[in-house]
């Protein structure tokens, strides 16, 4: 066996890999974070949809999501496969004595991730699979005209069964028709039950970052005096506080509105 297939055949390796692929599964929380934050416009989910369609259409994006998907699985499935070697070779477990949150989601940490590994299952399946393999999702129109720049919406039914979407002018206005996701994400979210899991996934995705953020900077040996307590840093305050609560405030706001 090559050195290069041994390194990442063995513990460590493994343990590389998901270092590196969760460090680039939390610069996707960054964009997916951002791109979302298009729900909070009052706009009737003109730039949500339009963003959902470039993100779907734009052939180097679909690129990286699939590499996105790749990460997901190999990550969930090389911390199942060490997680059952440490077992193995560990059966009773270390005497706890610290208590922080920091320490308790080191411990927990097979627990978060299988967590959010259902999260993904439902959240990809409800949105992502619906969008792209269904068809569920109606369309909307939106005029915007051009003098105003005023937009109206109205429900669309597309004459072909292969229609995306369509740019056009017609008198003065803009007319955008595509793919209603923003219907499907206010629709799933006037379920409280729906809420409530997703405000208890955003509690694991907090605490699986809190302790795995720096983790995999240890991990890739990347420890140093002056620049690891900013690592403790942004990974506490922006990966275990501002992302998760910015996402949970979206199934939260939503859910009030349809009150
Ligand atoms: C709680 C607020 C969230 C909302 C409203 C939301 C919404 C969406 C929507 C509408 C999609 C399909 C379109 C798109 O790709 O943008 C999607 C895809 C996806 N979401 Fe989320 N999401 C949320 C949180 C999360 C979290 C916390 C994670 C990860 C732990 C996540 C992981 C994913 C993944 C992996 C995809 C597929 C990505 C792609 O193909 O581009 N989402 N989400």
Same mark, same amino acid.
């Given at each position: 066996?090559?050195?290069?297939?041994?390194?990442?055949?063995?513990?460590?390796?493994?343990?590389? /890999?998901?270092?590196?692929?969760?460090?680039?599964?939390?610069?996707?929380? !960054?964009?997916?974070?951002?791109?979302?934050?298009?729900?909070?416009?009052?706009?009737?989910?003109?730039?949500?949809?339009?963003?959902?369609?470039?993100?779907?259409?734009?052939?180097?994006?679909?690129?990286?999501?699939?590499? =996105?998907?790749?990460?997901?699985?190999?990550?969930?499935?090389? &911390?199942?496969?060490?997680? /059952? +070697?440490?077992?193995?070779?560990?059966?009773?477990?270390?005497?706890?004595?610290? +208590?922080?949150?920091?320490?308790?989601?080191?411990?927990?940490?097979?627990?978060? $991730?299988?967590?959010?590994?259902?999260?993904?299952?439902?959240?990809?399946?409800?949105?992502?699979?619906?969008?792209?393999?269904?068809?569920? /999702?109606?369309?909307?129109?939106?005029?915007?005209?051009?003098?105003?720049?005023?937009? %109206?919406?109205?429900?669309?039914?597309?004459?072909?069964?292969?229609?995306?979407?369509?740019?056009?002018?017609?008198?003065?206005?803009?007319?955008?028709?595509?793919?209603? =996701?923003?219907?499907?994400? &206010?629709?799933?979210?006037?379920?409280?039950?729906?809420?409530?899991?997703?405000?208890?996934?955003?509690?694991?995705?907090?605490?699986? =970052? =809190?302790? $795995?953020?720096?983790?995999?900077?240890?991990?890739?040996?990347?420890?140093?005096?002056?620049?690891?307590?900013?690592?403790?840093?942004?990974?506490?305050?922006?990966?275990?506080? !501002? !992302?998760? !609560?910015?996402? &949970?405030?979206?199934? /939260?706001?939503?859910?009030? %509105?349809?009150?």
């Amino acid at each position: 066996m090559s050195e290069f297939k041994q390194t990442f055949n063995s513990s460590l390796g493994k343990k590389l /890999i998901m270092a590196l692929t969760g460090l680039f599964l939390c610069t996707f929380l !960054i964009v997916h974070l951002g791109g979302n934050l298009l729900l909070f416009k009052n706009d009737d989910g003109y730039g949500f949809n339009v963003y959902a369609n470039f993100l779907t259409h734009f052939p180097p994006i679909e690129v990286i999501a699939y590499l =996105l998907y790749l990460s997901i699985l190999v990550h969930a499935l090389y &911390a199942l496969i060490l997680t /059952i +070697k440490n077992r193995k070779a560990r059966p009773v477990g270390y005497a706890h004595v610290n +208590k922080s949150p920091a320490t308790w989601s080191s411990k927990n940490m097979g627990l978060l $991730g299988s967590i959010l590994f259902l999260f993904l299952v439902i959240h990809m399946g409800d949105f992502w699979y619906n969008y792209k393999f269904t068809s569920k /999702i109606g369309f909307k129109e939106y005029r915007t005209d051009l003098a105003t720049d005023k937009t %109206q919406s109205v429900d669309y039914v597309p004459t072909s069964p292969n229609f995306e979407k369509s740019v056009s002018t017609e008198n003065n206005f803009e007319i955008v028709r595509v793919k209603d =996701l923003h219907a499907r994400v &206010a629709s799933s979210f006037t379920n409280l039950l729906y809420v409530i899991f997703y405000v208890i996934a955003m509690f694991a995705v907090s605490f699986h =970052l =809190l302790h $795995g953020f720096q983790s995999a900077f240890r991990t890739l040996g990347w420890v140093h005096r002056k620049y690891t307590p900013i690592v403790y840093f942004i990974g506490t305050w922006l990966f275990a506080v !501002i !992302i998760p !609560i910015g996402f &949970a405030l979206m199934p /939260i706001v939503y859910y009030i %509105q349809s009150r």
